[in-house]
């Protein structure tokens, strides 16, 4: 059984650029959220999806948005990026349970902003 | 948004028990305390999750007071391996999802 998949691992990309990031959830999960992580401090959380809206979201701006396909799996999408993006994302899924239930982490994909 | 405080770090030696409190004054009423362990560039894994009093599983336990406004994650006879820093996530009454700082375990042989 196949745990949380993203894609990619590692990604450099120019401020100013847009950057879209991919996440397969776990078997049998129907939930995602995404994080930031930046070096040395905890997750921040950036938004949910479940049945392909946005559920709760964090104190990101509209650069960042997301989306979720009908098989569950979910992109997020950054624009104009910043120096201040480069960041671990980190995908996570459950099963529908409450905003916090049982999230299983993928291993995230650092992103660099040049 | 919801805050949770933990310490910052905490050292043991191999075969001790380890107990890290969280204290999260603005949990949603109807949300989960989960807790998290992440090594270096390593998404975090999920440890154990409770909403109220104690849970035990095969790796840790956690005990949660009636007002939840704090919960101890307890490590029970810890080892090197166990050197990773740990996260406590708790929605808050906006529902908004909170990780710690996080609490940095250094196992010590």
């Known amino acids: 059984d196949a745990g949380v998949t993203q894609s990619p691992t590692h990604l450099i990309k120019t401020r100013g650029q847009q950057v879209t990031l991919r996440c397969s959830p776990k078997?049998?999960?129907?939930?995602v959220s995404w994080y930031q992580q930046a070096l040395g401090q905890g997750p921040q959380f950036i938004f949910q999806?479940?049945?392909?809206?946005?559920?709760q979201r964090g104190n990101f701006p509209d650069r960042f948005s997301g989306h979720q396909f009908p098989n569950y799996s979910s992109e997020l999408n950054v624009n104009a990026l910043l120096l201040g993006d480069s960041a671990l994302y980190l995908c996570?899924?459950?099963?529908?349970?409450?905003?916090?239930?049982?999230?299983?982490f993928g291993p995230g994909t650092r992103l660099t902003v040049t | 948004l919801a805050k949770t405080t933990q310490p910052i770090s905490m050292d043991s030696y191999e075969g001790q028990e380890v107990n890290i409190t969280c204290s999260h004054n603005?949990?949603?009423?109807?949300?989960?305390i989960t807790w998290y362990q992440q090594f270096p560039s390593q998404g975090p894994r999920f440890i154990i999750q409770?909403?109220?009093t104690k849970v035990t599983n095969e790796v840790a336990s956690l005990f949660i007071p009636a007002d939840r406004k704090s919960s101890t994650l307890s490590l029970p006879r810890v080892s090197l391996s166990d050197t990773a820093v740990y996260y406590c996530?708790?929605?808050?009454?906006?529902?908004?999802?909170?990780f710690g700082a996080g609490t940095t375990v250094t196992v010590r042989a």
């Open positions: 996570a899924s459950s099963r529908d349970g409450g905003l916090t239930y049982e999230q299983y």
């Open positions: 078997s049998g999960h129907d939930t």
């Open positions: 999806y479940y049945e392909e809206e946005e559920r």
């Open positions: 603005n949990i949603a009423t109807n949300d989960y």
């Open positions: 409770g909403y109220k």
């Open positions: 996530l708790v929605g808050d009454s906006d529902y908004k999802l909170s």
